[in-house]
């Protein structure tokens, strides 16, 4: 892709325009993914015991939504046995709090196009492995701007917690992101930068580099898209900058400028 870079976005999305507490509950899983065996994922052979299956229809998404959340709480179960760290949804570690069930059904209503994949078992039980999907990136704020080396941004500050994982330091990136074309109403359909793809939700048991790759390779293929962002935990900052993914700042403000004491609303990132 254009500049040979993922960006990685690191800024706090604001509320999708969904509705509210009607998604809230959360549906109890098909079957307990404490039994699910996680994906083998052969170097040479690749998947050999699991079915990987493309799904581009938004109500396949939406049928498969306890699915995912089922899904997203046992990887993050199995990454806190295994490495020994268990952190409450309300730290910043967790990937659990962003992957519930309402935000998924609410991108499911907002993201367009919706494209991306699921793993299965092999086994005839057809268990979910794993998922990742894209769409193309849009922002829904009133004033958004991508800047590494703005304060308000917090990289420099984050870099200090992360001092191995790369980051934009000379605000390079972030420069060519500015100069992406976009359009729309933020308070309508969002303000769509149709060159920016963006990765929405991963979720998976030891499979989730299989699927990243698989939808960085197709974008690349497709040659629709010069860059790649992904809203990023602390705790997955690791795996995506493995990925070839490098950590980039941006500043939103949710309402319009100059409206509220000191322009309202700025975010940061970090």
């Known amino acids: 892709m254009g500049g040979g870079a993922h960006s990685k976005r690191s800024y706090p999305k604001p509320a999708r325009k969904g509705r509210g507490g009607e998604h809230d509950h959360t549906p109890p899983a098909p079957y307990p993914f404490r039994d699910v065996p996680n994906c083998r994922v052969d170097k040479e052979e690749g998947i050999t015991e699991s079915v990987l299956q493309r799904v581009d229809k938004r109500e396949e998404w939406v049928e498969y939504a306890s699915e995912l959340v089922g899904l997203s709480h046992e990887a993050g179960r199995r990454r806190a046995e295994k490495t020994g760290v268990f952190r409450g949804i309300h730290h910043d570690h967790a990937e659990l709090e962003r992957l519930s069930y309402a935000f998924i059904v609410e991108r499911t209503e907002t993201d367009d196009p919706i494209t991306g994949y699921v ?152």
């Open 119 to 270: 793993l299965r078992t092999k086994d005839g039980t057809g268990r979910m492995q794993g998922f990742c999907w894209y769409t193309t990136f849009t922002t829904w704020t009133h004033y958004f701007r991508w800047d590494s080396r703005s304060e308000v941004a917090g990289l420099q500050a984050s870099a200090g917690r992360a001092p191995n994982i790369r980051w934009d330091e000379d605000g390079s990136l972030s420069e060519e992101l500015e100069g992406n074309e976009r359009s729309g109403d933020p308070n309508g359909e969002g303000v769509i930068w149709p060159r920016v793809s963006e990765i929405a939700l991963v979720g998976a048991l030891e499979c989730g580099g299989f699927l990243v790759q698989l939808v960085l390779e197709e974008l690349e293929e497709s040659k629709q898209f010069d860059y790649v962002v992904v809203q990023a935990t602390e705790s997955s900052a690791g795996f995506y900058d493995r990925m070839g993914f490098r950590r980039v700042g941006a500043i939103a403000s949710y309402v319009p400028r100059g409206e509220g004491e000191g322009g309202g609303g700025v975010q940061q990132g970090g």
